[in-house]
């Protein structure tokens, strides 16, 4: 599964996100997608959590909302970056991301096809419900790029990626 390993540094990559702007309260606003490497998290500690789909139920009702709920508790541990990233494009992450209340508190970033997942060696094969190559239900804590904690779900549900979970590795 994993190949990665705590101790070590992510390797680089880039993501597509649309940042937040108010003008995205509107429904009719789709916003302008823009790209954020790895490289900008160096000297920052950062969380990231990886779901298999936005929208889908677990992802959208048991794994992301808990995150809002306790940004707080993330930035009072000197948390400087909380994101989300799924392989979703980045339209439809922004869009979850308004539905969700994001608004500039978690990025949600686009891995297009589970590239850098897979370099990570957590993809995962959904096509046989349709859903072609996902990200594995995942969390990092990284601190300079240097993983610090990985937590890989074993099967369905929300425990070692989840907010509580992490929250108390940090």
């Known amino acids: 599964m994993?190949?990665?390993k705590v101790g070590d540094k992510i390797p680089e990559?880039?993501?597509?996100?649309?940042?937040?702007?108010?003008?995205?309260?509107?429904?009719?606003?789709c916003g302008v997608p823009t790209?954020?490497?790895?490289?900008?998290?160096?000297?920052?500690k950062v969380v990231l959590f990886s779901v298999p789909g936005a929208f889908t139920p677990t992802c959208h009702v048991n794994h992301l909302p808990p995150y809002i709920q306790k940004y707080d508790e993330f930035k009072?541990?000197?948390?400087?970056?909380?994101?989300?990233?799924?392989?979703?494009?980045?339209?439809?992450?922004?869009?979850?991301?308004?539905?969700e209340g994001l608004k500039d508190k978690i990025l949600a970033l686009s891995d297009t096809?589970?590239?850098?997942?897979?370099?990570?060696g957590l993809d995962k094969d959904l096509s046989s419900f349709g859903l072609g190559t996902r990200?594995?239900?995942y969390a990092l804590?990284?601190?300079?790029n240097v993983v610090e904690y990985l937590g890989v779900e074993p099967g369905p549900g929300v425990s070692v990626s989840g907010a509580d979970a992490v929250l108390a590795k940090l």
Request: hydrophobic content about 40%; overall charge neutral; charged content about 25%.
């Open 76 to 99: 009072a541990k000197g948390v400087d970056v909380i994101a989300v990233v799924a392989a979703n494009d980045p339209f439809v992450m922004s869009g979850w991301g308004r539905v």
């Open 113 to 120: 096809d589970a590239k850098w997942s897979k370099e990570l």
């Open 2 to 4: 994993a190949t990665i």
């Open 35 to 44: 790209s954020l490497s790895t490289n900008d998290w160096k000297g920052k």
């Open 141 to 144: 804590i990284l601190n300079d």
């Open 135 to 137: 990200t594995w239900r």
């Open 13 to 29: 990559g880039t993501f597509k996100y649309v940042p937040y702007t108010p003008e995205l309260e509107s429904g009719l606003a």
